[in-house]
């Protein structure tokens, strides 16, 4: 018999090679669709702090190839380590999953109960009348109508500066102003 220099394949040692890496493959795949149990992350609340967009406005700052990303341009998400180039970027990052994501939160709103929207609408009702009480315009002008009336002044034709509101004719109002009666 000749020697043959072509080189010769076991092809029942290759099938079986084959076979055993396909059969790997099928565990590794079945493994990966089994999903780890999901984390418990907290339902999204409120800040209680307020976002600092204003600190670095209007400051030049030199920055080298050694400056760190905290202390470059922009705005610096120290718990997502990146740099947002702007104030409205910023927001949407600080407000987007994957910031919420690290803080521990998922993107989940507690669901409120009756009795805590009724103390939330209570809450803003008195808000509200607060507001009214400190710039009820009508009773303001009645009052001093009453303080005019009662020192004897007079109007004239001028337009009136409210202390509160400024200039009448910033808000389409105009009214009179009472000087003292020098006839």
Not at 10 to 25: C, G, H, K, N, T
Not at 103 to 110: A, K
Not at 125 to 146: A, F, G, N, P
């Amino acid at each position: 018999k000749l020697e043959d220099h072509r080189r010769k394949w076991d092809r029942d040692e290759y099938e079986r090679l084959a076979a055993e890496r396909i059969q790997e493959e099928l565990e590794a795949q079945e493994k990966a669709k089994q999903k780890p149990p999901p984390v418990k992350r907290e339902l999204l609340k409120q800040r209680d702090y307020r976002v600092d967009l204003e600190s670095k406005l209007g400051k030049s700052v030199v920055i080298t190839k050694n400056t760190p990303s905290s202390q470059t341009g922009g705005y610096y998400c120290n718990v997502c380590d990146c740099v947002v180039k702007d104030s409205i970027n910023f927001l949407d990052h600080i407000n987007g999953k994957k910031h919420q994501r690290n803080l521990g939160m998922s993107m989940r709103v507690e669901r409120s109960s009756l009795d805590q929207v009724k103390k939330r609408f209570d809450i803003n009702k008195k808000k509200l009348e607060e507001k009214k009480k400190d710039y009820d315009i009508e009773q303001r002008m009645k009052e001093l109508r009453e303080e005019v009336s009662l020192e004897g002044l007079r109007p004239t034709t001028r337009q009136m500066r409210h202390p509160l509101i400024g200039d009448a004719r910033n808000i389409g109002m105009h009214s009179t102003i009472y000087e003292k009666n020098t006839k």
